[in-house]
């Protein structure tokens, strides 16, 4: 999410959210900290969205809620984002307008060029907008494909005709910045799924996001080519695809596609089906899958199963685990590096310097990634002759001013995390997190106790483990605790409370060296 | 852990750990099952050690607490494991005894031929097993390294002269089955160092695991040639060195040794500190360093950060979050694929292929690696002219029988995994690790009610969270449950515990869609 500020009229680009790390417990998802814009809302003159991939509209739902400037969006876009706000019953409060690739547009201040780009999605555009202060070209997401897809690649005249222009700002893509060379055409998939096709001996099951409308194509392309039928698994797979049939980005004849109930009454070598999952997602249709627990149908022996994309980092794990589960269930499971199955949709190093050979800014602003990977980029930017002070990388939050075509650091705003937990938003913070990460490392113990007014026990302590050990084993332990308890209560001159606190987790630490939570409470009657 | 068994005798192979995925909450790490060699311990003739890497060596304490066989090892490997059963307080009660590579020894009934093999720690060893039924080659870890940093490569030789005898079964490493061609050779690294070195305008720190041996020599050397010293950093970085530098292992001159208290005294520019925490251990060196709770040193603008290894996987998020907060501290880090700062100790798709075309066994039992990666070692293997029915993926607790030259499967003993969790060795189960799940995921609400003998509240009860409201925040939904949990008292006829748990669960799911682990306990007065 950002936001471009001039004569306070604000036009936001973006609204995407983040998946959490391993270490955030129980967070569904992660929104940006858009607090500035819900206090600044009346200067909003309109939201951008680049694409339709989650990272760049997986947040509409809520800022729609909080603030109705118009949208706009490619057809594709506007789509996939109405798919999403129809699912939360948002679609009829949304003032959303179609925009193409080649549309200038006059948004308060700002003049909008839209380009078009290409990337592992079709119809997503970058920006050039001309502010009073100097021209800015935004990227969003993208690589520069010879042969995409869709057959439509990144706009190279528009990127140079704005050099001509002058353009005292690039906000451009980090993602792929430690990626030496050239991102490989989404067209060298083909061969491997030609490849994979031939050789597969039953049913070809391929898992991607549901997002990824190119590789839905490339999938159907290769049905057709194998003599097979390909059907949509999942609600998601089923929307998305659906809407991009209609809106003519997706291009399956009818004789090709079928529903999931009439794929699975087909022989098994005549049919292709494509689910979510290839993140390892345990709640996904090829989650279920490797665990056992789909309810359609289930994986059998001589599946042939193709995991289309790579694990986002901090998924390998479970893409792994899932990867095992169902080599274990029988199936054959081609993944990448075992055959190119998938490209990345982002532009590496060599993409990278050529966007600023053309675009030719005074000031690079990397955006897209990682610390780490706007740290690369700002390296090769130097190295491709844009002097460094000219480079600036910042994280969100940071405000960048140009005055007089000169770029200034402004204040730091609000730029976290917010985390969204059930229908919780932002409430549930850092500090939570941390209660939640020392009850998964140790347990919690619960001790609850009956005291008279002398400060005796009335009857044994009721002792209440979770997380901490299996019960039907901890007999001993648990007969010494209450032993100590006892002990502590009857000896316990002060506070009882922290006394029989302290006292439990002494004995546990001894006995166990682990450390869970103590929660003792008292009646006293 | 391998266990071959001939006429009521057992020798043990290896006794690795395996480090905890991230949905094991809690669990420090993970000792093989080895409840049959417990069962069976006095018929144990030995126990092999084939390198001092952790994932074969790391188990030696809780082994040796149980089954007193003689241990064998070459010099290194041995003063590894000398390093840690010291630390344990173990190294009194063990028997080891060193062989070297070109050794024959008679354990039992098996005559056991120590072969040199190349992986990235020095004196690796492979066993060739003579045993009544046939000759069993176990590679253990290895790669063909032309040019490995001893200058002392795999015994080819060995290998070829095993074949001329005729290899019953050969258990081979499949670690990197699904990577293509050749792994590079460690002198690969040296290059990239030497670029680090000459461009590093300050302290250099290095990170790798504590018990890659070669690296330090490299790191040494590179220190050497650009005019540094080179200093360990943490306990297990400067117990492994000073031994492997005894033991004549790691060839680094005095003038070029210093401690790390000196090196800190010195230029920046003329001294190189190797560190753990490659892997974004929290509480490695580097984890700290990255923290800024490392008390010794700090990170400083100017430094140099290398991380010579590959994340393990499931660690990238926690090695990838390390090298964002370095660069946030001012620090320039260097990291694979920026860098061929690391290489693989394994061998990959192409060097396997020449493993079995070296040693042409009648059987192939691919070890070493996850399913996923046995699974590949079995294609590769059929490609490479094995017949597949003479190749066997099976998992931990398979027994696998040779009868008259022929492979039958055995029965299925216990072969999963157990727990450690601090000073609990298997205590600490799935089910544990399931409440610890649900405790991560929304935290834990407990509710402590004291009631007259007529079922009425005697006072308010007493809500106590954890991990699931930040309680400032939280004051209106303890206000409205505090009222149900009245109402629910009140109007309860029959079990008031389990009415209690029910509408504290259903107000809460109603009120945040979110499913806390609730417990309710009830003294009556």
């Known amino acids: 999410m950002m936001a471009y500020e001039y004569n306070d009229q604000i036009l936001v680009v973006d609204t995407g959210i983040m998946f959490p790390e391993n270490d955030m417990l129980g967070i569904d998802y992660i929104i940006p900290d858009f607090e500035y814009l819900l206090a600044h809302r009346d200067k909003i003159c309109g939201i951008v969205i680049t694409h339709g991939h989650e990272d760049h509209t997986g947040a509409i739902n809520h800022?729609?809620?909080?603030?109705?400037?118009?949208?706009?969006?490619?057809?594709?876009?506007?789509?996939?984002?109405?798919?999403?706000?129809?699912?939360?019953?948002?679609?009829?409060?949304?003032?959303?307008?179609?925009?193409?690739?080649?549309?200038?547009?006059d948004i308060g201040p700002f003049q909008v060029e839209f380009f078009h780009v290409s990337h592992s999605i079709p119809d997503a555009v970058g920006l050039g907008i001309t502010t009073p202060a100097g021209l800015i070209v935004h990227t969003g997401d993208y690589k520069f494909d010879p042969t995409p897809v869709d057959g439509w690649p990144t706009d190279f005249a528009k990127l140079a005709e704005f050099s001509s222009r002058g353009v005292l700002a690039l906000m451009a893509d980090s993602t792929n910045a430690d990626k030496p060379g050239w991102t490989p055409s989404e067209k060298k998939i083909d061969p491997a799924f030609d490849e994979v096709f031939s050789a597969a001996p039953g049913r070809i099951i391929v898992a991607s996001f549901a997002s990824l409308i190119s590789r839905m194509q490339q999938v159907a392309n290769a049905a057709q080519r194998?003599?097979?039928?390909?059907?949509?698994?999942?609600?998601?797979?089923?929307?998305?695809?659906?809407?991009?049939?209609?809106?003519?980005?997706?291009?399956?004849?009818?004789?090709?596609?079928?529903?999931?109930?009439?794929?699975?009454k087909m022989p098994d070598k005549d049919i292709v089906l494509m689910c979510t999952g290839s993140q390892g997602e345990p709640s996904s249709i090829m989650g279920r899958l490797s665990s056992g627990t789909n309810r359609h149908f289930s994986v059998q022996k001589g599946d042939t199963i193709v995991l289309s994309s790579h694990p986002i980092p901090g998924n390998e794990e479970s893409v792994f685990g899932t990867i095992n589960r169902l080599f274990r269930r029988g199936?054959?499971?081609?993944?990448?590096?075992?055959?190119?199955?998938?490209?990345?949709?982002?532009?590496?190093?060599?993409?990278?310097?050529?966007?600023?050979?053309?675009?030719?800014?005074?000031?690079?602003?990397?955006?897209?990634?990682?610390?780490?990977?706007?740290?690369?980029?700002?390296?090769?930017?130097?190295?491709?002759?844009?002097?460094?002070?000219?480079?600036?990388?910042?994280?969100?939050?940071?405000?960048?001013?140009?005055?007089?075509?000169?770029?200034?650091?402004?204040?730091r705003i609000p730029?976290?995390?917010?985390?969204?937990?059930?229908?919780?938003?932002?409430?549930?913070?850092?500090?939570?997190?941390?209660?939640?990460?020392?009850?998964?490392?140790?347990?919690?113990?619960?001790?609850s106790l009956t005291l008279d007014h002398n400060g005796h026990l009335r009857e044994d302590p009721e002792i209440i483990t979770r997380g901490f050990v299996y019960k039907r084993d901890a007999d001993e332990l648990i007969a010494s605790l209450t032993e100590k308890i006892a002990r502590a209560v009857e000896r316990s001159t002060g506070d009882i409370h922290n006394h029989v606190v302290q006292t439990v987790r002494s004995h546990i630490f001894n006995e166990t060296k682990s450390r869970p939570t103590v929660l003792v409470t008292l009646s006293w009657v």
């Open 63 to 105: 800022v729609v809620e909080e603030i109705h400037a118009p949208i706009y969006a490619t057809p594709l876009t506007r789509g996939l984002l109405e798919v999403k706000l129809t699912r939360a019953g948002l679609d009829k409060k949304v003032n959303l307008n179609t925009i193409q690739a080649g549309d200038t547009l």
């Open 415 to 447: 730029g976290g995390y917010i985390f969204v937990d059930g229908s919780r938003v932002g409430e549930v913070g850092p500090s939570v997190v941390r209660e939640r990460e020392a009850l998964a490392r140790d347990g919690i113990v619960l001790i």
């Open 226 to 264: 194998h003599g097979r039928k390909i059907a949509f698994v999942g609600y998601s797979m089923k929307a998305n695809s659906t809407m991009a049939r209609e809106l003519g980005y997706l291009d399956i004849s009818d004789n090709v596609f079928v529903s999931i109930n009439d794929a699975l």
């Open 331 to 411: 199936a054959n499971v081609i993944y990448d590096p075992l055959a190119a199955v998938h490209v990345s949709g982002h532009a590496s190093q060599d993409e990278m310097t050529l966007m600023l050979h053309l675009v030719k800014p005074k000031y690079l602003i990397p955006i897209h990634g990682e610390l780490r990977h706007l740290r690369q980029h700002a390296t090769l930017a130097a190295e491709a002759g844009i002097p460094a002070e000219n480079i600036t990388v910042i994280e969100n939050g940071q405000i960048v001013e140009f005055v007089d075509g000169q770029l200034r650091l402004g204040e």
